[in-house]
């Protein structure tokens, strides 16, 4: 049976950063790092999240291809709400859409990493993604996981 799993992460989600080259000079090697801050400990959460969700379902990963749509939530800000007694209220001009930082590229190439091993061996696996960023009432990511046997199935 196909693996089709969907589960939701509650957080910040943290891109993956650019990566940053330079020589040790103790040593005379290169080093490559990667600029992101909390790139390690959002893939852990992730991964221990899909790990839960894939072990109640019973899905093991496979070496077929997988489609996979993410939703990434971000918390709105204070100006997004009224002042006094509308500060719970959302202004009409509040926007839906997520258009700053960070990256939805870098946010997907972050997230597909920390499912390597929960539900396919590579993310080189992933044959099509969709990804949106909205705003939110609270930080998360809304995943869903498909497995493709035969390209154009459902």
């Known amino acids: 049976m196909p693996i089709n799993l969907e589960f939701t992460v509650q957080g910040k989600a943290s891109p993956s950063g650019s990566k940053k080259a330079f020589v040790n000079k103790h040593t005379g090697r290169v080093c490559v790092v990667d600029t992101a801050k909390n790139k390690d400990s959002w893939q852990s959460f992730v991964r221990l999240v899909a790990t839960r969700a894939a072990a109640a379902e019973r899905i093991t990963p496979t070496r077929n291809g997988f ?25 009409r001009s509040a926007p839906t859409l997520h258009t700053q930082k960070p990256d939805t590229t870098k946010l997907i190439r972050c997230t597909e990493d920390a499912l390597q091993g929960v539900c396919w061996f590579d993310d080189c696996q992933v044959v099509s993604q969709q990804a949106t960023k909205v705003w939110a009432d609270v930080d998360s990511v809304q995943i869903v996981v498909e497995e493709c046997m035969i390209w154009g199935a459902t």
Do not use: D
């Not at 800000?77 to 509308?86: A, E, I, L, R």
């Open 67 to 91: 489609r996979l749509s993410l939703q990434f939530q971000f918390a709105r800000p204070k100006s997004h709400y009224g002042t006094g007694k509308n500060a719970t209220v959302l202004k």
